[in-house]
């Protein structure tokens, strides 16, 4: 069964401890991004701030909602204490179909319609998260519906935003996504303005559909069913023709503006690192719905040594693009502390068919920009254990024709080494590294990498492992 909304979600992890209920006054002004930052640097729970400084009774913020593999896990409704790559295989496995909503009249988001001048962004308790930000910001865990004006196609992306004043925010959207190509190609070119609505605290399989980049004119709406295994219910929008999950908590309608850029930021991102200030296009809010007792989602953001929560969605998408084109994909991980910037693909060997040569070109230009770094290694290397993807590195790339670098070429304007010119243009650079065995080289001439798991009889290992305590170790 499917979580019908994020108060369903908490009632979950309040099962499984996987959140922490925080019932004293905390102040939005660094204080909850200071409790956040550290229970996501210990891999702790989720947090769930009842009451915030300056907000009536009521006004509550859940923070890190999906910030680790065990709340990936519950968020789909699995055994908690599962692998990644169970989860992965479980997300692949439901995607693979579509799950139209249901359009209802009415629902949960609709209890409180705020209109016209009474629109006061500043109502719902958003953090300044951390020392040095550019603003508080109101959206880091929500999702931003679009519509393409020229066709039926429906848009949900997932952008920071920063509050300006009571009716405006800056949103982080740049060519690199679907909803900033809508806005510059069927908007900006028309000098007209753009619908938009912002839902925030909706369920947790909208939230992850609106992370997964999918081909232009897909589903995110569709997707979350597939993800929930059961329809989203939506509603229809008050002053603009969208269509909402019905049971959000917070739904902010209105439109981005054509010709207005203001300073944007700075703000934490993925990669731990405070982006720089730039210019975005304004957001002009209309009206405001929501839930009675409002619960307002967050996340900061990157926290180092925990990978954001997008990164199942994107790797799955990798994967799913590398496996339909034919590429034999063994195992596919992005390290914690790399925050997606690091993917390493196993790959099976096949022939005389070099496929590391194919997979830079596939990932990039299904992603646009993120990973900026490949790593490709044979599938005797466990993705997932760092030492073996050192030791590959070390040993196996061929410092000159192993190294492939990609410049200029779309990235993801954020990333800390970029320059000026680089972040303003998103063009930069991206590298593979082929740590597979050179395909000329005949099979018996590869040298045997000596393991545990696989350089014993398995009995010899089994004993081993069996009597591994009584021998004197831990």
């Not at 006061?120 to 880091?140: A, E, K």
Request: proline share 7%; net charge negative; aromatic share 8%.
């Amino acid at each position: 069964m499917a979580f019908r909304d994020i108060r369903q979600y908490i009632e979950a992890l309040d099962k499984t401890g996987d959140v922490v209920h925080i019932r004293q006054e905390i102040n939005w002004d660094l204080e909850v991004g200071a409790i956040s930052r550290r229970s996501g640097e210990m891999h702790g729970p989720a947090v769930f701030f009842e009451k915030i400084k300056d907000y009536p009774p009521g006004y509550r913020m859940l923070s890190l909602p999906f910030d680790t593999p065990r709340r990936w896990a519950i968020a789909f409704g699995l055994d908690p204490n599962i692998g990644v790559t169970e989860i992965q295989n479980e997300i692949q496995r439901r995607i693979g179909s579509r799950i139209k909503p249901i359009v209802v009249k009415d629902g949960p988001c609709k209890e409180n319609i705020i209109l016209g001048n009474e629109v006061d962004l500043f109502r719902f308790p958003s953090p300044m998260f951390s020392y040095g930000d550019g603003g508080r910001y109101l959206g880091t865990q929500s999702i931003e519906v679009i519509k393409d004006p020229d066709s039926d196609w429906v848009n949900w992306g997932a952008y920071r935003m920063m509050l300006y004043d009571e009716k405006h925010m800056g949103v982080n959207m740049g060519i690199w996504n679907q909803g900033g190509t809508i806005f510059v190609d069927k908007f900006v070119s028309k000098d007209q303005p753009m619908p938009m609505a912002v839902v925030i605290g909706a369920d947790p399989g909208s939230h992850w559909a609106a992370q997964f980049r999918i081909p232009a004119k897909d589903s995110e709406v569709e997707l979350a069913g597939s993800l929930r295994q059961e329809p989203v219910e939506i509603v229809k929008c008050e002053t603009i023709d969208l269509l909402v999950p019905a049971h959000a908590e917070i739904i902010l309608e209105g439109e981005v503006l054509p010709d207005v850029m203001l300073r944007e930021g700075p703000f934490c991102e993925n990669h731990s690192h405070e982006c720089a200030v730039r210019l975005n296009p304004v957001f002009r809010v209309k009206s405001i719905t929501h839930r009675n007792n409002p619960i307002l989602t967050v996340t900061p953001g990157g926290i180092f040594g925990l990978n954001p929560s997008t990164m199942p969605a994107e790797i799955i998408t990798m994967k799913r693009a590398l496996e339909e084109r034919g590429i034999p994909v063994v195992g596919i991980h992005s390290p914690d502390e790399t925050f997606g910037m690091l993917l390493i693909v196993a790959v099976k060997r096949t022939g005389d068919v070099n496929v590391a040569s194919q997979i830079d070109h596939i990932i990039h230009a299904v992603m646009r920009g993120r990973p900026t770094m490949i790593m490709v290694v044979d599938e005797d290397v466990n993705v997932s254990d760092m030492r073996e993807v050192l030791h590959t590195l070390a040993a196996r790339c061929h410092p000159g024709r192993g190294i492939r670098v990609r410049a200029p070429e779309m990235c993801i304007n954020t990333a800390p080494w970029l320059s000026h010119e680089e972040r303003e243009l998103s063009r930069g650079a991206n590298v593979l590294f082929d740590c597979t065995w050179p395909i000329e080289r005949p099979k018996e001439e590869i040298p045997r990498r000596i393991l545990f798991r696989d350089s014993f009889p398995d009995e010899i290992r089994d004993k081993v492992l069996k009597n591994w305590k009584s021998y004197g170790f831990k």
